[in-house]
């Protein structure tokens, strides 16, 4: 009998069980050719999860240079004017993808609100309430946390609020 492989944990999954927050993780094939802007809605539909409780991870630039992290869910796009409404923020806007492993630690597709390199102001769409658990990136391409979204939210001191257009 083959020897079920050990799942490395991620920084998010440590500072999870540290913090004592239960969450439970899915793990899936990833297809290296997708770099389309659906990459999340393909991820949801590969695990046979509902799109609407999948939330994929942006993080967004201040014209200060400050960062916020917005979770929404992965069929939607991220509205930039209410964001940075929410944030109190003038603007926002999207972080180039060249500058997502240095200022967070994690890569594209593999970006989670949890276990960054620091601690950023969060957004997580309200939508995210309807459900009792959500998924969201693990920390690295090809693992989904799944956990209650209040959990989450507090976790995170994160603000709930109509992000998407």
Do not use: W
């Not at 630690?105 to 309430?129: H, N």
């Not at 391409?141 to 507090?154: E, T, Y």
């Amino acid at each position: 009998m083959a020897r079920r492989e050990k799942l490395q944990k991620t920084n998010a999954m440590r500072e999870l069980e540290a913090a004592g927050v239960p969450f439970e993780y899915e793990t899936y094939e990833v297809d290296e050719t997708d770099t389309s802007s659906e990459l999340g809605l393909h991820i949801a539909q590969r695990l046979g999860e509902d799109p609407a409780a999948s939330f994929k991870t942006l993080v967004c630039v201040a014209p200060s240079g400050g960062h916020v992290v917005c979770c929404i869910p992965v069929a939607d796009e991220l509205d930039l004017k209410k964001a940075a409404a929410a944030a109190g923020e003038k603007s926002l806007s999207l972080m180039h993808v060249r500058d997502l492993e240095p200022v967070t630690g994690y890569v594209r597709g593999g970006c989670s609100p949890v276990g960054m390199k620091r601690r950023f102001p969060t957004l997580i769409d309200e939508t995210a309430q309807l459900f009792d658990k959500i998924h969201v990136s693990g920390g690295r391409r090809g693992l989904s946390l799944v956990l209650a979204p209040d959990d989450l939210a507090l976790f995170c001191d994160a603000v709930l609020a109509d992000l998407v257009r």
